[in-house]
Structure formats: structure tokens, C-alpha cells
């Protein structure tokens, strides 16, 4: 993670969500996971999808949680 930092304001009940999968993953902070859940669906969205490296990424990711 890089760059000046903002605050988000979620429910209790969603950050005790992302700090389960966020830990599941092997992410090292739910800022990590998060982060990584925007860059992926900022990917995702640009023309052309994601890269084959992206992609590898992502699928690693939910495979560790237990989706594929």
C-alpha cells in the first residue's frame, strides 16, 4: 500500500467480514484486502478486463478462500 491514506466508514458487521477473509486470504491487514479488492474490480472494469498476471492473482486470492 502506498500513497496518503483516507478513512472509510463501514458497518462493524462488514469489517468483521473483511477481517475474516482478509485473514483466510493471507492478507496482512484488512486495508491490504480491501485494496486489493479495488484494484482488482478497477481492473476488471477497464476494456480489455484483466491482465493473464491479474487474473493468475485473483484466482490464487479465491483459491485460498476457498472459491474455486
Known amino acids: ?3 496518503e491514506k483516507v478513512c472509510v466508514e463501514i458497518s462493524k458487521e462488514k469489517y468483521g467480514l ?3 477473509v482478509a485473514k483466510e486470504g493471507g492478507f496482512s491487514s ?3 484486502f480491501i485494496e486489493f479488492l479495488i484494484e482488482s474490480s478497477a481492473a476488471a ?3 480489455g478486463g484483466l ?3 491479474d487474473e493468475e492473482r485473483v484466482a490464487e486470492r ?3 478462500l476457498g472459491y474455486y
Do not use: R
Request: aromatic share 0%; charged share 40%; hydrophobic share 35%.
Open 45 to 47: 472494469s477497464e476494456v
Open 62 to 64: 479465491l483459491k485460498k
Open 51 to 53: 491482465s493473464p498476471e
Open 30 to 32: 484488512v486495508a491490504e
Open 18 to 20: 473483511a477481517e475474516k
Open 1 to 3: 500500500m502506498s500513497g
